[in-house]
């Protein structure tokens, strides 16, 4: 198969994921959508070091994972506590700040 | 030329006497007054010192100047503050000093009652030295600080009782429209400047042959408006009725006898302008006409006997202007008729101060009458100016203003009969307006109030009235006698060739004397033979009601300068605030406005934050994809 | 397949190590030294490893390579100078943070619960701000200095992820600030998986993950364009959402109002220093020679920001959300140094950076002085009459936008005038005229506050302004004088940085 | 004394003392203030008696490097220009600090805090004018407008914050503007030769005239709204009403001469070609100024106000005379800028001493002083003369010879202009009606006349306005070096006189 199609999928996925975190209202969604678009961005990796023939993109790759999970972790506690205090996972509750 | 080292004198004591009266405040009103008459004085005779230097020398080494410091210098712009005293000048250096102590004299008595006396004298004394700055400065821009100071002199001494709004008016209208005046000045130095390149008489004067007729001309006419404006002529004359606000011995000394001739001696002073350019000239004597019947037909009409005098001032400068207009002719004779002038006219304003003196300040010719009993030397010496302007010989009128109209017919033409008969018409209504001053004054029923009680002045008032009594007879003698004053100043002038005798002086004389007759038998029917109102009749044809409002100048003024003027200042105060000033608010409200509005993207809300995040990165990827592309 | 182990120089490294290892010895000080000491503790250990690591800078000041770790850190004049000022930053937001009556003493515990008042009442503070600020600020250290797009990644989410925690962590306005956090952290988040897909595509262009061989790629237009635009643009997304340029901006108001102030100051000043670091150095090494595609993009952007943030904070009535567009034009100004791409505006930039940095941490404590019974008071109608009540805090606050303001004889003006003229330089003239005019803008919502502190009478509504702590002081103070000082002398500052301020590639 | 960077020290050094007196001896505070102005003063006319009047180069030039990253030098140099207007603030700052002896009192801080203010800006009043290199001019030029602005916004009356922050913001605007066309210069001077901001090297800068123009524009804005020139003006009758007397004098009378100081020093020296290209617009901006300035002043019924637009007048004068490009014009206006720094000061300081007494700016609230006030009505009436510029007041001579050098080149504008002066006789008669003459107002009867001190501070505005009224040849010959230096720098010869076209 033609690696380009790993780059069509990819862009499709970080699309989907993009347009998710905007149309979705649960902050757990909203954070599995960027663990979308950053797999979407693994994806990217893996098959461009494919069609360059480089083994960095895969590193890349593993990196991104570990970032992924530090990311998970910390977000996770911030929306746990926002959910604790509000009863709450709606990102659209939390907004007294603004203007 | 002859230098001098002691020009300045005449000019800084009286100075010197306006800065120690002014700077001396209370402290110097026990002896303010003298001191302002013996600065005078003083001047007075540094004057006739300078008179017998004069004489002793030969014709063209009369002139005298003095450089006293380079005033400004700024590339080829230089002007020296120096003076100049020739045959002209000390004509007015004796005049304004010789007239001016006279009236400082009277002032004495006449003030004596008032508050501020001191103050009066050091205004005074101010005019004195503005005045002669202003008839010795050598250049047109030390003229030009005369001129000016003179007209600031006349504000403060108009406005000395300006703690009456409508006095201090006056005096606010004299100043702004010499300024109109002053503007005209202004123009004629800086075209001098731009055209010949220099400003200073002698300097124009040599150039006057090589510079563009066009240049001279507009030189001329900006003299002429200048002279308009300080002599209240033709179309600047408003001012000089209303200026009779001032204290009585002001409008004998400021607005009769000098400043207002000013505009005589300035056309004179620029005789070399005018007489090559002719348009110019033209214009000067078309403004004198018109004046001296615009004034002569007010008179007719005003009861405020101070104001009747004004009206015959303003007409007799007309005649001077005239006289001056007429090219080298006239200058001697408008000249001679301004030093005869300057004494009757004096003379009868002095008259009527004393008058007003002895009927508490009364002003109204129609509550006079009959005074000539209480008054005698006030009636005397008041009469002979009375004869003396009519022009009856020999008093000193008659040789001035018949030289004019002779002269006036002389000047060949359509226009020598025109100005002739302007002049001939004036004299005739002279002689009825002042006829009617003299009769509701002196003659006929007393119509004052109980509680007026007639006297004759004192002695310090009525000897300057009898010395300038004595100037009203004779001087027209003195100074025709054997062409003197015409050949004092001949040098002064270009030749004038022979001039076509259209009318003899005998003819002149006869007619001018029978249009004086006509006058003062018109005057002597309304007045003399019927009982005159002590409220002015209401029930008077348009005319008179048209005269008695000085021809609608001020209606006319008020209508096209000032009301539309008031109007554009409000007009520019609302634009400033609402226009100007408000693009300039506008501008900080759309800032306000606009941040207001776009704060509106800060919604709270964190999935349209994310959605401004995915635009700008749609919107990147386009915006490149547009570049590169 | 032969595994060669890594050749790291740790001298260079040494910095980013300290304060690792300061970061490290703080979690361990936070589970084992008792409440009492905590802080105190915590508080040397912090500053200790900050000022040693700043020494350490300081002693590699003139060193230049790409060695540090097998080419994927790169030390040079620049990054001495960057890691340098967001030591000097970092400190002297440190003394603020010292001030723990604005944290929480529980983030665990809910907002008004008993647990909370418990904690609260028996002291048990729990001071876990200060690993976390060591943690952020070995991430800023490394993010200017990274050579490649993993370091670079990786640098981002370590300074990232311990801010968004810190940002929720106000003890006042405790919905606020998690809210803030929450934001923050999805906001981060998203733009960072927009970084990382834009990394893919410079890495599919250039078949390297090191900015030197993107370079080369682009040099000798070796691959894609599509992918390196792409790139370009997904990566510039994650930077610019970092510095706060529009239209990544949203976060940074609600963030800088909600989370403590200590940090807000921290994170305006020090962040923006290491973002506008990364991006410096990634547009003058990496991206120089595709100037042509990213140029036009940046100054549309830089000239939106500035006249987009200087025109929102005029409307602002809050003095934090206020200092918040402040920074986001800020932001625009300094994007005109990137654009500039020559040495002036290297320079310029680094030293913008520096003096904003400082400017703004000094800014921020001011607004830490002012308080009533139930916290900080950010509500500019109360600050009325502050120049009546506290002269030397209001004149200091006043000092301290005047240079955001850029009047001469600040350093905000210096640093305007540098950059700006290197922008010129460079032939970017729309930018220079654009950031003059929304200069004027911005003055008038500084000189508001200036009348609001001076001109107007001080309403009796209990705000008053504390007796600044000598750390706090020890901030202010120190700001004052660099800001001045960099107005008025700025000539050695000047030199050193035109002396090192070349990267190396 | 002939260290300008000494001279500039004076002043701070002064503010130092004044910021050591103790806080309750508040006239220990004002008598240090005043011991330095005076010392300021008097170094300022030791340095102008030394000064070498036919030396057309700059004097008393100090040089050193300020930040050399930049090409930045702390240079000074004054030439005739410089000298008389250093000279014409260092003699207003003690007679405005005497003048004002009270106006420290009514403000939001501490009499101490408005003599550092003061000293402080007369430090700067000192540098702006001697600056010889760009940048350190455009410091002092901004920086200054931030003492003027708590100046004004301190100690002023009525709406004094909102005027202080008209005035900061406009003024802001204009010198962003020139900042642009500075960092022009300073990228120019780079590609030509290394950077510098040495005025005269920045004079030698080749350029297109499409960039010229622009920057020529940057800097004329800035300093036509501080001069200010119509449309840019509507500041300063706001801040003129606000600030204090005093401080009004320094505002217009020092302050705003920056402006036209600036369009000689820099518009035409670095900018030739864009100055003569403007030439005809900013004649008709200047010619509109004087009339427009003229009309809006005889409409006002506030007196600060009034004099505030009398000023936008004047300065109309002023830049006409620049822009007239003759040697007449350009020291005309030169000395304009000095002569009205006093003529201003003495209707500001009488003014102001007129409205204290009374407690209100309202002219229609005034009338009769001259009898209950005489000193105060003289000074007040003299003060006026020398705006209408009555001839042997210092105003003619510079009104008269912007006039005459407008005329032989721009005969259309000097004649429109003129017109002016007759506006001039009635903006002031109508206050000085108002306000002096009439009967004495209910609420006047009793007010005081000027005490000692107020005499000693007005005493010699009024004596310098007579005196440079009859002999300005000291002060013109060190301007006129100065003129034609610029003149001719410009190619520009005055013109010849048209006689012989006959």
Not at chain 3, 121 to 141: D, I, K
Request: glycine share 8%; aromatic share 10%.
């Amino acid at each position: 198969m033609d690696a380009a199609n790993y780059l069509y999928l990819s862009v499709l996925l970080f699309t989907i994921g993009a347009v998710g975190v905007v149309v979705r209202r649960n902050a757990i969604v909203v954070f599995m959508c960027i663990e979308l678009m950053l797999n979407a961005a693994n994806l990217a990796f893996v098959t461009f070091s494919r069609i360059n023939g480089d083994l960095n993109g895969q590193v890349v790759a593993f990196f991104t994972m570990v970032v992924a999970a530090c990311e998970v972790v910390v977000g996770l506690a911030i929306i746990v506590t926002i959910y604790r205090s509000r009863r709450s996972a709606s990102v659209d509750d939390a907004s007294l700040l603004k203007r | 030329m002859t230098t001098s080292n002691s020009l300045v004198y005449l000019i800084a004591l009286p100075l010197l006497g306006a800065i120690i009266l002014i700077l001396a405040g209370r402290r110097a009103d026990k002896w303010g007054h003298i001191l302002g008459t013996l600065m005078s004085a003083s001047s007075f005779v540094v004057g006739l010192y300078q008179l017998s230097q004069m004489l002793g020398r030969s014709n063209q080494a009369r002139p005298v100047t003095q450089k006293l410091f380079e005033w400004i210098s700024v590339g080829t712009f230089k002007v020296d503050a120096a003076l100049l005293l020739d045959q002209l000048s000390i004509c007015f250096v004796l005049l304004i000093t010789g007239v001016g102590t006279l009236i400082h004299i009277y002032s004495i008595s006449y003030m004596s009652h008032d508050h501020d006396r001191r103050r009066f004298f050091a205004y005074l004394n101010l005019f004195i030295a503005a005045m002669l700055l202003l008839v010795l400065g050598n250049s047109y821009l030390n003229l030009y600080v005369g001129w000016e100071g003179v007209g600031l002199a006349s504000y403060l001494l108009i406005g000395f009782w300006n703690q009456k709004p409508a006095y201090a008016t006056a005096s606010k209208k004299a100043f702004v429209m010499n300024r109109i005046g002053d503007m005209g000045l202004s123009f004629a130095i800086m075209i001098a400047f731009a055209s010949v390149g220099t400003v200073s008489f002698e300097g124009i004067k040599e150039h006057v042959h090589h510079t563009s007729t066009g240049a001279l001309t507009a030189i001329g006419i900006m003299l002429l408006v200048a002279a308009t404006g300080k002599s209240a002529q033709f179309p600047l004359q408003a001012w000089l009725g209303d200026a009779m606000a001032g204290p009585t011995p002001v409008s004998a000394l400021i607005h009769a006898a000098t400043m207002v001739t000013a505009g005589v001696y300035l056309i004179t002073r620029s005789s070399f302008i005018f007489d090559a350019a002719p348009t110019a000239q033209l214009l000067v004597v078309i403004v004198g006409a018109i004046t001296l019947l615009f004034g002569a037909l007010i008179g007719t009409a005003k009861d405020d006997i101070k104001k009747a005098l004004a009206a015959s001032t303003m007409s007799q400068i007309g005649y001077m202007i005239l006289g001056a207009g007429l090219g080298p002719v006239g200058y001697a004779f408008a000249i001679m008729h301004l030093l005869t002038h300057g004494f009757f006219k004096a003379g009868m304003f002095l008259g009527a101060g004393s008058v007003m003196h002895g009927m508490n300040d009364e002003v109204n010719m129609r509550k006079y009458g009959a005074l000539r009993k209480f008054m005698p030397i006030t009636f005397a010496t008041f009469g002979l100016g009375y004869l003396a302007i009519l022009g009856v010989p020999p008093f000193a009128g008659f040789y001035s203003k018949d030289m004019i109209i002779e002269t006036a017919f002389n000047s060949g033409g359509t226009k020598g009969i025109i100005l002739g008969s302007v002049t001939l018409l004036g004299a005739g209504i002279t002689a009825f307006y002042m006829t009617r001053v003299m009769i509701l004054t002196f003659t006929g029923k007393s119509r004052w109030d109980e509680e007026v009680h007639p006297h004759e002045s004192p002695l310090l008032m009525w000897l300057p009235m009898a010395v300038l009594a004595i100037g009203s007879v004779s001087s027209g003698f003195l100074l025709s006698r054997g062409d003197a004053l015409v050949n004092w100043l001949a040098p002064l002038f270009e030749e004038h060739g022979e001039h076509s005798e259209l009318l003899k002086p005998i003819v002149v004389s006869g007619l001018a004397l029978m249009m004086v007759a006509i006058g003062v038998a018109i005057a002597f029917l309304k007045y003399s033979r019927q009982e005159v109102a002590s409220v002015a009749p209401e029930d008077v044809s348009v005319f008179t009601k048209i005269a008695r409002q000085d021809l609608m100048q001020d209606r006319f003024n008020e209508a096209v300068f000032m009301r539309p003027g008031q109007h554009l200042t409000q007009v520019l105060v609302k634009t400033d605030e609402a226009v100007i000033d408000g693009a300039v608010r506008g501008v900080g409200q759309m800032a306000m406005g606009s941040g207001a509005l776009l704060r509106g993207v800060q919604s709270g809300f964190v999935r349209s934050y994310a959605a401004l995040i995915l635009v700008g990165a749609v919107l990147l990827i386009a915006a490149i994809w547009v570049v590169t592309n | 397949m032969e595994f060669s182990a890594p050749v790291l120089n740790y001298t260079l490294l040494s910095p980013m190590l300290i304060l690792l290892g300061g970061a490290l010895i703080g979690v361990l000080v936070e589970a084992f030294v008792s409440k009492a000491l905590r802080p105190i503790t915590q508080l040397s250990v912090t500053l200790g490893s900050l000022v040693l690591a700043l020494v350490q800078v300081w002693k590699i000041r003139n060193e230049q390579s790409t060695g540090a770790a097998m080419g994927s850190v790169v030390i040079d004049g620049p990054a001495v100078l960057l890691q340098a000022s967001i030591l000097i930053i970092s400190i002297i937001s440190v003394f603020l943070i010292a001030d723990t009556e604005q944290f929480t003493a529980l983030a665990a515990s809910l907002p008004g619960s008993e647990e909370e008042r418990h904690a609260l009442q028996t002291g048990n503070q729990v001071t876990e701000v200060y690993p976390l600020t060591l943690f952020a600020v070995a991430g800023m250290l490394l993010f200017p200095v990274s050579n490649d797009l993993i370091t670079l990644f990786v640098a981002l989410e370590m300074l990232s992820l311990p801010l968004y925690l810190m940002a929720g962590l106000s003890r006042r306005r405790r919905l606020a600030s998690q809210e803030s956090a929450l934001k923050y952290f999805l906001l981060g988040a998203f733009s960072s998986a927009f970084f990382l897909f834009g990394a893919a595509f410079l890495y599919g262009y250039s078949a390297s993950i090191t900015f030197a061989g993107i370079r080369d790629a682009v040099v000798g237009s070796g691959g894609n364009d599509v992918f390196l635009l792409i790139g370009i643009a997904f990566l510039s997304v994650g930077l610019l959402f970092k510095v706060g340029a529009v239209p990544f901006h949203a976060w940074s108001p609600d963030v800088y109002q909600g989370a403590p102030t200590p940090v807000t100051a921290f994170m305006a000043a020090a962040t923006k220093v290491a973002a506008f670091g990364a991006m410096l150095r990634i547009y003058y090494t990496s991206f120089a020679n595709a100037q042509w595609s990213w140029t036009p993009m940046l100054t549309i952007i830089a000239i939106i920001t500035m006249v987009f943030g200087s025109l929102v904070a005029i409307a602002q009535r809050d003095v934090k959300r206020m200092l918040a567009y402040s920074s986001i034009a800020h932001a625009g100004f300094l994007l005109t140094g990137v654009i500039a791409l020559n040495k002036a505006g290297l320079e310029a930039s680094i030293f913008y950076l520096f003096a904003y940095g400082i400017t703004t941490v000094g800014g921020f404590a001011i607004v830490t002085l002012v308080r009533d019974s139930a916290g900080e008071v950010t509500d500019l109608n109360r600050w009325k009459g502050l120049g009546k009540r506290s002269p030397w805090v209001a004149t200091a606050f006043a000092g301290f936008l005047l240079s955001f303001a850029g009047i001469p004889l600040t350093s905000g003006f210096i640093g305007k005038f540098s950059i700006f003229s290197a922008a010129y330089e460079s032939g970017a003239k729309s930018v220079v005229i654009a950031g003059v005019l929304s200069s004027a803008i911005a003055a008038f919502f500084y000189i508001r506050v200036i009348v609001l502190m001076f001109f107007t009478d001080p309403v009796e509504d209990g705000t008053s302004v504390v007796i600044p702590s000598s750390l706090t002081s020890v901030t202010v103070i120190f700001s004052m004088i660099v800001t001045i000082a960099l107005g008025v002398f700025p000539a050695p500052v000047l030199n050193f940085i035109s002396t090192l301020a070349t990267f190396i590639r | 004394m002939n260290s300008l960077t000494l001279l500039m020290l004076l002043p701070i050094f002064g503010s130092v003392a004044v910021a050591a007196t103790p806080k309750a001896k508040e006239t220990l505070t004002k008598q240090v203030a005043l011991a330095t102005t005076l010392i300021v003063a008097a170094a300022t006319i030791a340095m102008a008696v030394s000064f070498q009047r036919d030396n057309v180069d700059l004097q008393f030039v100090e040089k050193y490097s300020w930040i050399p990253t930049f090409g930045i030098n702390f240079a000074v140099g004054i030439d005739g220009l410089a000298l008389v207007l250093i000279l014409m603030s260092t003699i207003l700052a003690p007679i405005v600090v005497l003048a004002g002896w009270n106006e420290s009192h009514g403000g939001r801080w501490s009499v101490k805090v408005f003599y550092i203010l003061i000293l402080v800006l007369e430090t700067m009043m000192i540098g702006v004018f001697a600056a010889t290199d760009v940048f350190l001019f455009y410091v002092i030029f901004e920086a200054m407008l931030i003492p003027v602005y708590f100046l004004i916004g301190g100690y002023g009356s009525g709406q004094r914050s909102a005027a202080a922050v008209k005035f900061l913001i406009y003024s802001l605007f204009g010198g962003l503007l020139m900042l642009a066309s500075i960092i022009a210069l300073y990228v120019m001077s780079g590609d030509q030769g290394g950077h510098t901001f040495d005025l005269q090297a920045l004079s030698q800068l080749q350029m297109s005239s499409t960039t010229q123009n622009f920057l020529f524009l940057g800097f004329f804005i800035a300093f036509a709204i501080k001069a200010p020139l119509w449309p840019l003006h509507t500041w300063l009758p706001d801040a003129a009403e606000s600030a204090t007397p005093g401080t009004s004098v320094l505002l217009l009378g020092v302050l705003d001469k920056v402006g036209t100081f600036g369009m000689i020093r820099y518009c035409l020296t670095l900018f030739p070609d864009a100055s003569k290209t403007f030439t005809p617009m900013i004649l008709i901006l200047a010619v509109i100024s004087i009339v427009y300035g003229a009309f809006l002043a005889i409409g006002q019924r506030d007196l600060k106000r009034l004099i505030a637009f009398t000023s936008i007048s004047h300065f109309g004068f002023i830049t006409m005379g620049i822009f007239a490009m003759t040697s007449q014009g350009h020291s005309g206006a030169t000395l304009y800028m000095f002569n009205h720094g006093f003529s201003t000061a003495a209707l500001f300081l009488v003014g102001g001493w007129m409205i204290s007494r009374r407690g209100s700016s309202t002219i229609a609230d005034f009338g009769g002083l001259q009898r209950v006030t005489p000193v105060m009505a003289w000074s007040f009436f003299l003060a006026g003369m020398s705006s209408l510029a009555l001839p042997g007041m210092s105003s003619f001579v510079s009104e008269f010879l912007v006039l005459v050098g407008t005329f032989t080149r721009y005969p259309v504008h000097a004649v429109i202009a003129t017109f002016g002066i007759v506006l001039a006789a009635l903006y002031i008669l109508i206050p000085v009606q108002k306000a002096l003459h009439g009967p004495t107002t209910a609420g006047n009867e009793n007010l005081s006349d000027l005490n000692l001190r107020e005499k000693i501070a007005i005493a010699p505005v009024i004596a310098i306005i007579i005196a440079i009224g009859f002999y300005p040849a000291p002060l013109l010959k060190v301007i006129n070096p100065a003129s034609a230096h610029v003149i001719a720098q410009l190619g520009f010869t005055d013109p010849a006189p048209t006689n012989g076209d006959k």
